[in-house]
């Protein structure tokens, strides 16, 4: 959205509704916008051309999160969590005892630790 004028500058439509935020990211030092939307993460630059989409197995459930390493994390309902780099190919994949609600953080060594309403932390390096 223009913030002088109100107008909108542009708009990217998916097939399901969006219900978790975008996550913003820079590959070349260009960035990139990536949303997630139904089974469904859509990777956008800024004028909101599709640069590419890959297909989950199940909804998402959290909200994509780009880490210092430069890859794109993101969990489904039914437990599927994905590590994806940033040309959408997967980096690894781990199948979670339950869903996944909550962003991963990644310490200074570059592990990450994704919470799981399995009542576990998982670690990942």
Same mark, same amino acid.
């Given at each position: 959205?223009?913030?002088?004028?109100?107008?909108?500058?542009?708009?990217?439509?998916? *097939?399901?509704?969006?219900?978790?935020?975008?996550?913003? @990211?820079?590959?070349?030092?260009?960035?990139?916008?990536?949303?997630? =939307?139904?089974?469904?993460?859509?990777?956008?630059?800024?004028?909101?051309?599709?640069?590419?989409?890959?297909?989950?197995? =199940?909804?998402?459930?959290?909200?994509?999160?780009?880490?210092?390493? *430069?890859?794109?994390?993101?969990?489904?309902? @039914?437990?599927?969590?994905?590590?994806?780099?940033?040309?959408?190919?997967?980096?690894?994949?781990?199948?979670?005892?339950?869903?996944?609600?909550?962003?991963?953080?990644?310490?200074?060594?570059?592990?990450?630790?994704?919470?799981?309403?399995?009542? *576990?932390?998982?670690?990942?390096?």
């Amino acid at each position: 959205m223009n913030s002088k004028d109100g107008s909108i500058n542009w708009g990217f439509k998916t *097939n399901e509704k969006i219900k978790v935020s975008p996550a913003l @990211g820079s590959l070349d030092n260009i960035e990139h916008v990536y949303v997630g =939307s139904g089974k469904e993460l859509f990777c956008l630059d800024l004028n909101g051309k599709l640069i590419w989409k890959f297909d989950m197995s =199940s909804e998402i459930s959290v909200s994509p999160t780009v880490l210092e390493d *430069n890859d794109i994390y993101i969990g489904c309902k @039914g437990g599927d969590y994905f590590s994806l780099r940033r040309d959408g190919s997967v980096k690894w994949y781990w199948k979670m005892g339950a869903g996944v609600y909550a962003k991963p953080v990644m310490s200074k060594s570059q592990k990450v630790y994704v919470p799981c309403t399995d009542g *576990n932390v998982y670690l990942f390096e």
